[in-house]
């Protein structure tokens, strides 16, 4: 897609940017900064249009956790963002009244506008322009890592891994898990188990699970991915029987509506002790190699 009307950075686009931009263009990304900040800065360029003004971020426009957030007619909420919450991030120019030219955060949906999203189509809302998205965590924290990638860019969309290791110690030693569950179960009790991003419902995700199953059993273990479930599995794979080294695995594609999603390792042992492994020795090598994974790519 186009640079300046949305989707995925085209490299061939870039350009100088001049001070009577085309309507629509946006040349800048939003990107993590720390927990409490996240920044809308310069990319292919150091501008971005809305409703008519030039809004420069050849500096950096910043939104923090203290600021309050915006209601659905751009005034202000009286609150700042709660804690595991899906945002919407929107940039305003300098004609509104609260916060101008200013980076801020509501639960407020887009409106299409003559082809560009906004807040809202009348008053201060038309000339708050949508940037992405956010999860704020339990902590309202900003993340942006392998295992969680909360900060989404509507526009100069770039790929990232998502990658979740639960369980893995570099110490050249196989590091073993065990599960007993008589129902599917997160393979490592909930902790680093899972993967989180926010779609925008947009762009596909794609992931694929590998585990490495250590105990034989007499009847096979059910290994899979859970859909926003940590209970149900959307895909899974069985280990062989009887069988003491067994590697398992299954892929996962699926284009989610807009929201924080979480993909969960799930296990179902037949209320059985089953040992998986999360790494191995390194056989000269400089690190433990990665045993069982969850592994994918989405768009941010």
Known sequence: MPLDVGGIFNPSLVGT??????VGSFRARLSWTSNTQITLGAYGGNAVEVNGQS????SGIICA?????IQFDATDSGFTPSASTFYYVYLSNASVGFLPSSLA???????????VYYLGSTGDAASWRFVGAVYLDAAVHFTDTDAARNVVNYYNRLRARLLANPGYTDDNAQTGVILNSAVFAPINGGTGDFVEYCS???DALDLRMQLTQVTALLNSATWGIGDDSTTTCAVAAKGES???????????????SAGRH????LGYTNATNITWAADDVRRGGASDPRQTFLVGTCYK
């Open 242 to 256: 009887n069988v003491g080294t067994d590697q398992v695995s299954c892929g996962y594609s699926v284009l989610h």
């Open 200 to 202: 925008l419902g947009e």
């Open 65 to 69: 956790t203290t600021q309050d957030t």
């Open 55 to 58: 809004v420069s971020v050849q």
């Open 105 to 115: 955060l509501s639960v407020q949906a887009p409106t299409l506008v003559n082809g």
């Open 262 to 265: 979480k993909l969960s390792m």
């Open 17 to 22: 940017v001049t001070s009577a931009l085309p």
